[in-house]
Structures are given as structure tokens and as C-alpha cells.
Nanobody, 120 residues
């Protein structure tokens, strides 16, 4: 199993930036894909982006061009750089992991979430 801990959330003005981190521990010697999700109050959880073990990425249309995910496998840490933030980006952000070297269609392990609030 892998345990995930997010950090880096906070309050930022619209147009600002934040970088989230997701540190993995446990069974990290096996390749795994990482995903980012978010859930705003009263809304369903939505996909934000994913990064494969080798570093390939893809994103939801709502964040494409503004958010970038990256990973440092030596540190077992994944990052989500969020630029040009908008009030509608306000949500609890979660990282998630799925073992495998390709894209994940289902994530089995989740972090506790970190709050991101963007003020207008």
C-alpha cells in the first residue's frame, strides 16, 4: 500500500499561484501513476490531471494551460503547480495513486486533501 499526504494549500488572490505537493510513503518502489482531483462545496469530485510513472501528463480542459503536474520519483513526491488561479478553482484538492506504469483508470489510494481558496 501507499500512503499519501498533500500540502501547500492556502488562500490566494485571483491570478495568483500555488504549488501543491503530495508525498508518498509505503510501497513506493513499484511504479505508480498519480492523479489530482478536486471537490468544491456542493459539487462532485472532479478530475484535474494525471501523471504517469514516466512523467507523461494530461489535464482536464478547465485547467489546461494553467496547471502543471510533475514528479520526483527519487523523493516520492508529486507536485501540482497552479497558475492564473480563478475563484472557481476553490476546492479541496486530493492526490491519488494507482500502481502501474501507464495511465490509471481507477485510483486506489487517496490523500486527505488540502484546501485551496481563491479570492476574487
Amino acid at each position: 500500500q501507499v500512503q499519501l499526504v498533500e500540502s501547500g494549500g492556502g488562500l490566494v488572490q485571483a491570478g495568483g499561484s500555488l504549488r501543491l505537493s503530495c508525498a508518498a510513503s509505503g510501497r513506493t518502489a513499484t511504479s505508480y501513476a498519480m492523479g489530482w482531483f478536486r471537490q468544491a462545496p456542493g459539487k462532485e469530485r472532479e478530475f484535474v490531471g494525471q501523471i504517469s510513472w514516466s512523467g507523461n501528463t494530461y489535464y482536464a480542459d478547465s485547467v489546461k494551460g494553467r496547471f502543471t503536474t510533475s514528479r520526483d520519483n527519487a523523493k516520492n513526491t508529486v507536485y501540482l503547480q497552479m497558475n492564473s488561479l480563478k475563484p472557481e478553482d476553490t476546492a479541496v484538492y486530493y492526490c491519488a495513486a494507482a500502481y502501474g506504469s501507464g495511465w490509471a483508470t481507477k485510483f486506489d489510494y487517496w490523500g486527505q486533501g488540502t484546501q485551496v481558496t481563491v479570492s476574487s
